[in-house]
């Protein structure tokens, strides 16, 4: 591809209004808990034994996403840093997009025996999401089948104490909304951005969404007292680009925000390019672009890869296959999913309409952006 060419479909996408791409990878399908509405265990392919993508690979999608202004790479899973070769992960990516570049990581906050976040700071991670969904170790076992809540402070305390960018993210659950609830109260004395997370009725959460699930328009209304002077928080301030309003009530030194995709629509805000861990890369979650970055990493020819990439991201404006639906989270851990080119991969899940799921008081996202980054 020319650099005219290159800097023409660049300069197309940032006409259309959205924040820059940026990567989001699924280094992983291996978690050591297992979430109620994650189950990675149950899921076909766990362990994913197909060959992932070896670190000087993502080196390589770093420095080539770095020549086309990219400057955000999110890692997650699974959970991303039971990877043996993670801080070559972390570093490759620091490397290839830039001295300025945002590398963040979401993990459960229990990191495996020799790792530490110092390690992974010194290496060029800038933030991290931490996944809290309870303060009490019982509870939180209910949820995330093990692990404990006080580590995952202990790694939250530590990530402030680096100067790292850190956002919990909580799933709401009607069984346990006091437990969100008091997760999102550790914004009052900490500079944190708590994401409160619907339940999407896909995956192992089918078989809890039903009785489980709550909206943002409930939960809001809720914590109504929390929000009646509350200041909106603008994404960029928080270093976030996934859709949703962040709030700071009066006198609190972090934000609540809401990640709502069962009941807001945010497909036409996307912006992340997915990559799986065998290399796979994602444009559109709903609609077939995918393209296999292995063969281009092999050949040298990955300037041609993000030319797809980045057209195809151009071409959700007029894609069929998400006009009028919500953005659907699949979740990349299975590479194995068939998903048959150019039709929708799922069926297409309308938004919630009822008052009880519609939000009425979200004012809509400022600048671009999907997903839990």
């Known amino acids: 591809m020319s650099t005219a060419h290159h800097r023409a479909l660049a300069a197309a996408f940032a006409a259309t209004g959205r924040n820059h791409p940026y990567l989001a990878f699924t280094l992983n399908?291996?978690?050591?808990?297992?979430?109620?509405?994650?189950?990675?265990?149950?899921?076909p392919d766990y362990g994913h034994k197909e060959r992932p993508l070896t670190a000087s690979d993502y080196?390589?999608?770093g420095a080539e996403a770095g020549a086309w202004q990219i400057r955000k790479a999110h890692c997650s899973g699974g959970e991303p840093t039971l990877r043996a070769d993670i801080l070559d992960v972390i570093a490759g990516l620091a490397d290839g997009l830039g001295p300025d570049a945002a590398i963040g990581m979401t993990s459960h906050g229990n990191l495996r025996r020799g790792l530490s976040l110092e390690k992974l700071h010194r290496v060029?991670?800038?933030?991290?999401?931490?996944?809290l969904h309870s303060l009490d170790p019982a509870r939180s076992a209910e949820i995330m089948g093990g692990g404990d809540p006080r580590i995952t402070r202990r790694t939250l305390d530590t990530a402030l104490s680096l100067g790292l960018r850190v956002k919990i993210n909580c799933v709401l659950q009607r069984t346990y909304l006091d437990d969100a609830f008091a997760v999102a109260e550790l914004a009052r004395d900490l500079p944190v951005a708590v994401r409160l997370?619907?339940?999407?009725?896909?995956?192992?959460?089918?078989?809890?969404f039903d009785t489980e699930f709550i909206s943002e328009a409930e939960v809001r209304d809720r914590l109504h007292e929390w929000f009646a002077n509350a200041d909106e928080v603008r994404r960029d301030e928080l270093g976030v680009r996934s859709p949703g309003q962040y709030l700071r009530p009066d006198g609190w030194a972090g934000s609540i925000g809401f990640i709502s995709n069962s009941s807001c629509a945010t497909c036409s805000d996307a912006n992340r390019i997915k990559i799986t861990p065998t290399g796979v890369a994602r444009p559109c979650i709903l609609h077939n672009r995918d393209i296999p970055l292995k063969p281009h990493l092999a050949d040298g020819t990955l300037g041609d890869a993000f030319t797809?990439?980045?057209?195809?991201?151009?071409?959700?404006?007029?894609?069929d296959a998400w006009q009028g639906f919500h953005y659907v989270d699949y979740d990349l851990r299975w590479d194995r999913m068939e998903r048959p080119e150019g039709t929708p991969v799922l069926p297409l899940l309308p938004l919630l309409t009822t008052d009880a799921?519609?939000?009425?008081?979200a004012a809509p996202p400022q600048g671009g952006g999907d997903g839990h980054g």
């Open 29 to 43: 399908s291996l978690c050591n808990l297992d979430c109620v509405f994650c189950k990675p265990r149950c899921m």
């Open 59 to 61: 080196a390589a999608i």
């Open 124 to 131: 060029g991670l800038t933030y991290l999401n931490l996944s």
């Open 197 to 208: 997370i619907e339940l999407q009725n896909i995956g192992p959460a089918q078989a809890l």
């Open 308 to 319: 797809h990439l980045f057209q195809a991201m151009l071409d959700r404006n007029t894609n």
């Open 357 to 361: 799921a519609q939000p009425t008081s």
